[in-house]
Every structure is written in structure tokens, then in C-alpha cells.
């Protein structure tokens, strides 16, 4: 049987081959595994079919893992939904006998499991994050939805360790009017910089 409580099953609302469109990896080929159920709730998420994790097939992590290795990729991005809902030990360690690296888009509204090669973390006004991700995390990625947002994502920035990854990233449905925000921001406060969503502009998953 396979529950919330079976640490060898995860509930995945859909998997797929494509190239990392934001942050730090933009323009690398990963496979994505997408997790189902978030209780974050932004009101802007792209993503909000992924909330109700009660919609997926659960599916193990035996599963999971080949068909990511069978994909060709070299890349793994573990994304969801909230993925760090579950306990990802065991995905991970799987992963990683698989010769896959492994990264994680979270919002760190839960606590850490697993062990990443790369963590992208992306903190909510909707749900705090936890404080072990401003040490943790190898990058910060902070949406940008309005003129407020530029403060609150330094307050962020300045939690995280010296040689960690800032970026801003616009919202999309505020793309026009954010994005030359952004640029006027990065310019004048370098240790950021601008992370678009390239997959949306490539029309690519
Ligand atoms: C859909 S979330 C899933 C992972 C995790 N729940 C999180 O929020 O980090 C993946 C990434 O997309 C970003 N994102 C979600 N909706 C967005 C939007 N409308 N515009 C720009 N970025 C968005 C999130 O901030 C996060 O960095
Ligand atoms: N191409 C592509 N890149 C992405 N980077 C983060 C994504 C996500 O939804 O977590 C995402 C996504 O959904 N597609
Ligand atoms: S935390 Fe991520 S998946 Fe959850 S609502 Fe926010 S952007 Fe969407
Ligand atoms: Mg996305």
C-alpha cells in the first residue's frame, strides 16, 4: 500500500524532459519531477493544480528513478507543489545511485530532507520559510510582483550566506511591468541578478 506515511512512494502530478528555464541552471537540460500538494497558497503560483496532492497516482521511488535515468538527463530537478511536504531521503539517495544530480525548487516552508547538490529557495509572504534555508540554500529566488517586493527580497538576501546565488525573478503576469524594474534594481545592487521564466518565452513545458 502506498500512503503519506510510506516513505518509498510520492505522489507525482507529472514528470518531464526539458531545459531548466530559471536561476542559476537556466539553459541546462533536467528532468523535472513535479510533486503534487502545496499548502503555501500564493496567490499568483503557477501552478495551482499541483495543490490537492489527492488528485496524483502515488508512484515509487524505484519508478520515479528510472524513468528519470531512462530520460537521457544527467540533471534532475525535484519541484512541485511543496516538495519538501515529504520526506525526500530516500528519493535522493536514489537519485544519486543513479549518477543523477539532484537539485530542488522550494518554497522552505518545511523542513529539509534529503541531500541536494543544489537547493533553489524561494520564500513566500503566504507561509514563513524555515531559518536553516538561509544557510542551506544555494541560491535565493525571490518573484517579484510589485514595488514592495524589492525590500522584502533584501531582507531575504541578507540572511543568506556570503557566496550563495540572488536572483529576482517578475512574476509572469507582471512580466512587462517588473522585469524593467528588475534590470533598474540588478544594476544598481550587483550582487543580484535578473532570472527570467526563458521556458515560458520558448513556449517549452
Ligand atoms: C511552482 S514553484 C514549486 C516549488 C516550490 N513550491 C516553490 O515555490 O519554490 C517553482 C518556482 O516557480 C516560481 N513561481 C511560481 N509562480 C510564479 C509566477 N507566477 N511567476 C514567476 N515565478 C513563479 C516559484 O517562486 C518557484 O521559484
Ligand atoms: N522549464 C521549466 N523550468 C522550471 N524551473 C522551475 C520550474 C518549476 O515549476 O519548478 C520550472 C518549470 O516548470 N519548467
Ligand atoms: S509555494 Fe510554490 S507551489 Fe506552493 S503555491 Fe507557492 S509557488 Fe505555488
Ligand atoms: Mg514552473
Not at 178 to 195: A, E, G, R
Request: charged fraction near 25%.
Amino acid at each position: 500500500m502506498s500512503s503519506i506515511t510510506d516513505p518509498e512512494y510520492l505522489p507525482v502530478m507529472e514528470s518531464f524532459y526539458t531545459i531548466q528555464g530559471e536561476g542559476f541552471f537556466s539553459g541546462t537540460p533536467a528532468y523535472f519531477i513535479r510533486l503534487g500538494g502545496c499548502d503555501v497558497g500564493c496567490v499568483w503560483c503557477d501552478v495551482k493544480e499541483s495543490w490537492d496532492a489527492s488528485q496524483f497516482d502515488w508512484f515509487s521511488i524505484d519508478q520515479i528513478v528510472s524513468a528519470a535515468k531512462e530520460s537521457g538527463a544527467h540533471l534532475v530537478v525535484v519541484t512541485g507543489g511543496e516538495p519538501l511536504m515529504y520526506d525526500l531521503t530516500l528519493l535522493t539517495e536514489s537519485l544519486e545511485k543513479a549518477g543523477l544530480q539532484t537539485n530542488i525548487e522550494t518554497s522552505g516552508a518545511y523542513p529539509l530532507s534529503g541531500r541536494w547538490d543544489w537547493i533553489c529557495f524561494s520564500p513566500k509572504k503566504f507561509k514563513a520559510p524555515l531559518e536553516e534555508f538561509y544557510s542551506k540554500s544555494h541560491e535565493l529566488k525571490v518573484v517579484a510582483f510589485n514595488k514592495s517586493d524589492f525590500k522584502w527580497a533584501e531582507g531575504h538576501g541578507d540572511k543568506m550566506h556570503s557566496d550563495s546565488q540572488l536572483f529576482l525573478q517578475p512574476e509572469w503576469s507582471k512580466e512587462k511591468e517588473m522585469t524593467p524594474l528588475i534590470v533598474d534594481f540588478v544594476k544598481q545592487n550587483p550582487k543580484w541578478k535578473i532570472s527570467l521564466q526563458t521556458h515560458k518565452y520558448m513556449d517549452i513545458p
